[in-house]
């Protein structure tokens, strides 16, 4: 029987409890958890929110080529429909928008937070795309297109993030991923749309952009009514209590009856990132100084560019998405609603192909297979339409093929990009890397409109940026971050310690 000293001593040797992160909870809660119904609610919202942008980006593709709004746009005061004047406008607009939206807010949001910024980025799209099916000028459209941008823009800095955040380590790649898909959702819903008003009854474009803004409006309200803060936005900005309340939510969400994470154990993860004068979140409320984190020595060149460079090389290749109906009436496809379809269609084995692989492969070697063989199949569409009239068929599945491997980027892209930069300035690198993508997004606007009656060059000038831009997390040497933690905080100000198969930050 032991003496009083002899229990203190063995009290003081015994190994004490581990004090677990947001992920450990998160890994352990949806291992053990039952009934995930009401987490798949979050994430379900989510996606629905991300399908309202596919919606409003997409509606463009089809009413440039309506009548209607050839006359009352686009022909307006003149007697030529200005493809490369008013249509490259009206179509970058959006891409303008979103490059002032995605930079501002995702700097922003990582002040104010992931769910009012998305919030408020799903409200300004939803009443923009509303007003738009009202104006009456190319001048209006453009505003409107503008400000849907902003929207929009918020909701991709917001929204993703979000997602990465509240989701388990082991499975994240495959939940950012699920929310991404739902783009492909948008993407069908509003060519069936198209195919429907326009390509079998001679509805109004005004109608279809109207029912267009739908989802973002149903996404708005549901996010309002499931989805919570990220609990590291939260513990970062010294909201212990908050924090612990929502990463306990989601556990339950989840299924978890287990023991609840702590204020403690919260404290014990973030205490000293948020008591940390250099790295005191209140205090950091400058907007560029966060932007200017991307550019320091530790991110530049192994995280920050070739990010960008990609989201360059991605955005360019996707501009064709914005004209395909257009490309396909003047490489002479017949019934191009209907091939436009196929089209939107194309996205669904592409985003179950990133679903399946992007856990198992690891995000880099997805994102560098699908952007080569997107530029492949861009290819032999091109050599398709050099003779259309008998090659139609090798058009339409090469275009077909070349949507499914775009979405498989992206849905490796969205990934990479939100494990890669800290907690603490991963919605301005979500947003700055979003505007980079929008500066090509607008460049190809007018590159499109001007080249549009020369399909052959379109091609092959997206296909060759597209192969470019598939080299550079291969050259810049970029991490996959498949199956491991988020770093909260950049690296320059942590010392990495291995232990338990996990990496432990501490400030050095």
Same mark, same amino acid.
């Given at each position: 029987m032991m003496n009083n000293k002899e229990e203190s001593a063995a009290l003081h040797t015994a190994p004490p409890t581990k004090s677990r992160s947001v992920d450990d909870f998160y890994n352990t809660a949806y291992e053990e958890g039952t009934n995930r119904w009401q987490f798949w609610l979050i994430f379900l919202s989510l996606g629905i929110a991300n399908s309202g942008d596919a919606t409003e980006i997409s509606c463009m593709n089809y009413i440039l080529s309506h009548p209607l709004f050839k006359e009352e746009i686009l022909q307006k005061g003149t007697l030529?429909?200005?493809?490369?004047?008013?249509? $490259?406008?009206? =179509?970058?607009?959006?891409?303008?928008?979103?490059?002032?939206? #995605?930079?501002?807010? &995702? !700097?922003?949001?990582?002040?104010l937070g992931r769910r009012p910024t998305l919030l408020a980025g799903l409200f300004l799209n939803a009443t923009s795309g509303?007003?738009?099916?009202? $104006?009456?000028? =190319?001048?209006?459209?453009?505003?409107?297109?503008?400000?849907? #941008?902003?929207?929009? &823009? !918020?909701?991709?800095?917001?929204?993703?993030?979000?997602?990465?955040?509240?989701?388990?380590a082991k499975h994240r790649g495959w939940y950012i991923t699920i929310v991404g898909g739902f783009w492909t959702l948008g993407s069908v819903f509003i060519a069936l749309l198209a195919f429907i008003l326009f390509g079998r009854s001679n509805i109004s474009w005004r109608v279809f952009v109207l029912i267009a803004a739908s989802p973002t409006l149903l996404g708005g309200i549901l996010v309002y009514a499931f989805v919570p803060e990220s609990p590291r936005y939260l513990a970062l900005h010294g909201r212990y209590q908050d924090a612990a309340d929502v990463a306990n939510h989601v556990a339950e969400a989840m299924g978890f009856r287990g023991k609840q994470l702590t204020v403690g154990e919260i404290r014990d993860h973030y205490g000293h990132l948020t008591e940390e004068k250099d790295y005191l979140i209140q205090k950091n409320n400058n907007a560029m100084k966060k932007i200017r984190n991307l550019y320091g020595k530790n991110l530049l060149l192994n995280t920050t560019l070739p990010l960008q460079i990609v989201w360059f090389s991605m955005s360019f290749g996707s501009g064709l998405c914005t004209w395909i109906t257009k490309l396909f009436e003047e490489i002479g496809l017949s019934d191009i609603y209907l091939q436009s379809l196929y089209f939107?269609?194309?996205?669904?084995?592409?985003?179950?192909?990133?679903?399946?692989?992007?856990?198992r492969v690891g995000r880099k070697v997805l994102l560098f297979g699908s952007m080569t063989s997107a530029a492949l199949c861009l290819a032999l569409a091109a050599h398709g339409a050099s003779d259309a009239e008998a090659r139609q068929l090798q058009v339409i599945l090469s275009s077909c093929a070349f949507h499914s491997f775009l979405v498989t980027g992206w849905c490796a892209l969205s990934v990479m990009t939100s494990e890669l930069f800290p907690t603490s300035i991963r919605g301005t690198g979500m947003g700055v890397c979003s505007g980079v993508g929008r500066i090509a997004g607008i460049l190809v606007q007018y590159v499109n409109g001007a080249f549009i009656d020369q399909p052959l060059v379109l091609l092959l000038a997206a296909a060759t940026c597209m192969m470019t831009g598939a080299f550079a997390p291969i050259v810049c040497k970029l991490e996959d971050m498949t199956d491991k933690h988020l770093f909260e905080i950049p690296i320059k100000a942590m010392g990495v310690v291995e232990g338990d198969g996990q990496a432990v930050h501490k400030i050095v």
């Amino acid at each position: 029987m032991m003496n009083n000293k002899e229990e203190s001593a063995a009290l003081h040797t015994a190994p004490p409890t581990k004090s677990r992160s947001v992920d450990d909870f998160y890994n352990t809660a949806y291992e053990e958890g039952t009934n995930r119904w009401q987490f798949w609610l979050i994430f379900l919202s989510l996606g629905i929110a991300n399908s309202g942008d596919a919606t409003e980006i997409s509606c463009m593709n089809y009413i440039l080529s309506h009548p209607l709004f050839k006359e009352e746009i686009l022909q307006k005061g003149t007697l030529e429909d200005d493809y490369g004047g008013r249509g $490259a406008a009206i =179509a970058s607009s959006i891409f303008a928008g979103m490059l002032i939206g #995605g930079i501002v807010t &995702g !700097a922003y949001g990582d002040r104010l937070g992931r769910r009012p910024t998305l919030l408020a980025g799903l409200f300004l799209n939803a009443t923009s795309g509303i007003a738009a099916s009202m $104006a009456s000028s =190319a001048v209006i459209m453009c505003e409107c297109r503008f400000f849907a #941008g902003l929207g929009i &823009g !918020a909701v991709l800095s917001s929204l993703i993030t979000l997602a990465s955040e509240l989701s388990p380590a082991k499975h994240r790649g495959w939940y950012i991923t699920i929310v991404g898909g739902f783009w492909t959702l948008g993407s069908v819903f509003i060519a069936l749309l198209a195919f429907i008003l326009f390509g079998r009854s001679n509805i109004s474009w005004r109608v279809f952009v109207l029912i267009a803004a739908s989802p973002t409006l149903l996404g708005g309200i549901l996010v309002y009514a499931f989805v919570p803060e990220s609990p590291r936005y939260l513990a970062l900005h010294g909201r212990y209590q908050d924090a612990a309340d929502v990463a306990n939510h989601v556990a339950e969400a989840m299924g978890f009856r287990g023991k609840q994470l702590t204020v403690g154990e919260i404290r014990d993860h973030y205490g000293h990132l948020t008591e940390e004068k250099d790295y005191l979140i209140q205090k950091n409320n400058n907007a560029m100084k966060k932007i200017r984190n991307l550019y320091g020595k530790n991110l530049l060149l192994n995280t920050t560019l070739p990010l960008q460079i990609v989201w360059f090389s991605m955005s360019f290749g996707s501009g064709l998405c914005t004209w395909i109906t257009k490309l396909f009436e003047e490489i002479g496809l017949s019934d191009i609603y209907l091939q436009s379809l196929y089209f939107a269609l194309a996205n669904i084995p592409g985003n179950a192909l990133a679903t399946v692989l992007v856990d198992r492969v690891g995000r880099k070697v997805l994102l560098f297979g699908s952007m080569t063989s997107a530029a492949l199949c861009l290819a032999l569409a091109a050599h398709g339409a050099s003779d259309a009239e008998a090659r139609q068929l090798q058009v339409i599945l090469s275009s077909c093929a070349f949507h499914s491997f775009l979405v498989t980027g992206w849905c490796a892209l969205s990934v990479m990009t939100s494990e890669l930069f800290p907690t603490s300035i991963r919605g301005t690198g979500m947003g700055v890397c979003s505007g980079v993508g929008r500066i090509a997004g607008i460049l190809v606007q007018y590159v499109n409109g001007a080249f549009i009656d020369q399909p052959l060059v379109l091609l092959l000038a997206a296909a060759t940026c597209m192969m470019t831009g598939a080299f550079a997390p291969i050259v810049c040497k970029l991490e996959d971050m498949t199956d491991k933690h988020l770093f909260e905080i950049p690296i320059k100000a942590m010392g990495v310690v291995e232990g338990d198969g996990q990496a432990v930050h501490k400030i050095v």
